[in-house]
């Protein structure tokens, strides 16, 4: 692994630090040499060597930055605040627009190996779907795979559906089996052909896709053929069947499906709720399969309960959220320090607004913040010279090897 360490500058005056393991390369080394970092106090503008990130600035105490600088954070942090704050006051649109369209059944859409024989494989390498569809027909299994991908990726489902059954019916399909029922078994559950789906996904071997799809197949049927809530086991066995989700924004898991389903079924149904209606009992009780408690997570039990109207629920998610994020935002290193002042005041003034439920207030309150120029690029305000703002201006990724044996 190459040591990064980066180069921070103001585009002003000629206050400068690196940050990272130190650069005494080629010096004899002990552990404790080894172990030492070029750190930054993002609270006084401090540079100064540590043990490690996170101790404290001989100053002023603040956990001390040896990495990624937290202020180049505090802009999208802000701006998390502000959706969830929009959404409180019933809009939500800034909301919608951060959170991420994630994927319901996944498939591989990397190209197949180049096989020479079949110029259609390298063209889809290369990214030319047009060229790939106007290229001869294959022969192969694998230039059949070739023309699958070339039409999925151009968006003709039925024409990829064709070619991976080709794909499976030629005489060298055995290596690409697996691969053609993953792909086949998605298109016909995106199609909502749970059968077809089923079919060919119990055939697609035991990848993370495959384990994904048939999961999730599941759990479109449940909802479809469940007025309420599907049953907990069925979803919990879903959850085991996928075990390695992660709480990354914007990976997949079953309860953040199952969620998705159900606020489409409300909004089916009857459009907005009312608060005594029973759909809103089993949102509820959807919220208990969360898998994880992250803002993203949290962020989408907001905007669904926002999209079918159940405003005490809305109040309830956004307050609890903006009530988090403000908190955590006033710990954070730079927040601390006289430079950004203005902000640690603006984040005071929002929580007081969030504490007498006052979300339009609150987002006043961050609103300048938001538009300033240094935030918006990732820069903090220079503290030294006043004028200027400090950004990452350089990264060095050299010496890695070096460094590893050194240990
Ligand atoms: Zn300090
Ligand atoms: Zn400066």
């Not at 103001?10 to 070029?38: E, I, M, N, Q």
């Not at 230039?143 to 699958?148: M, N, P, S």
């Not at 059954?165 to 005489?171: F, I, W, Y």
């Not at 996928?242 to 990354?248: D, I, N, S």
Request: aromatic share 6%.
């Amino acid at each position: 692994m190459p040591v990064t360490r980066l180069h921070l500058a103001c585009d002003h005056c000629d206050a400068a630090a690196w940050l990272g393991p130190r650069a005494d390369r080629g010096a004899v080394r002990t552990k404790a040499a080894a172990a030492s970092v070029d750190a930054w106090c993002e609270a006084c503008q401090l540079a100064q060597a540590a043990p490690g990130a996170g101790a404290p600035c001989t100053r002023c105490g603040t956990p001390l930055t040896a990495g990624a600088p937290r202020f180049a954070e505090l802009w999208g942090a802000l701006q998390e605040c502000d959706a969830v704050l929009a959404a409180w006051t019933g809009d939500p649109q800034p909301l919608r627009t951060l959170l991420p369209e994630r994927p319901r059944f996944l498939t591989d859409l990397a190209p197949p190996a180049i096989d020479a024989a079949e110029p259609v494989t390298e063209l889809v390498a290369r990214g030319d779907y047009a060229g790939a569809l106007a290229a001869a027909k294959p022969a192969t299994a694998q230039g059949w795979a070739a023309r699958a991908i070339a039409h999925e990726r151009r968006g003709d489902a039925a024409a990829a559906t064709a070619d991976w059954s080709r794909v499976l019916e030629a005489h060298d399909a055995a290596s690409l089996h697996a691969r053609a029922r993953l792909a086949r078994g998605s298109l016909h559950a995106r199609a909502g052909e749970w059968d077809a789906a089923e079919a060919d996904l119990a055939l697609a071997g035991e990848g993370f896709e495959a384990r994904w799809d048939r999961a999730a197949v599941r759990v479109h049927r449940a909802v479809e053929i469940t007025p309420g809530l599907p049953d907990a086991a069925l979803i919990t066995r879903a959850q085991t069947q996928v075990p390695e989700v992660t709480p990354y924004w914007s990976d997949p898991t079953i309860a953040r499906l199952l969620w998705t389903l159900l606020v489409e079924r409300s909004l089916e149904r009857q459009g907005p709720m009312r608060s005594d209606c029973p759909d809103v009992r089993v949102l509820r009780a959807a919220e208990s399969f969360f898998e994880f408690d992250s803002f993203w997570d949290r962020a989408m039990m907001l905007l669904g309960w926002t999209r079918v109207n159940v405003m005490r629920e809305v109040a309830r998610h956004a307050s609890l959220l903006a009530e988090a994020h403000l908190h955590a935002l006033t710990l954070e290193p730079p927040v601390r320090g006289q430079a950004l002042a203005p902000l640690a005041a603006a984040i005071e003034a929002a929580r007081r607004a969030v504490h007498l439920r006052e979300p339009a207030a609150a987002r006043a309150a961050l609103a300048p913040m938001l538009e300033r120029a240094d935030l918006r690029h990732y820069r903090l305000p220079c503290a030294v010279c006043g004028v200027g703002s400090v950004g990452v201006d350089a990264v060095d990724e050299a010496g890695g090897e070096e460094d590893e044996t050194a240990l």
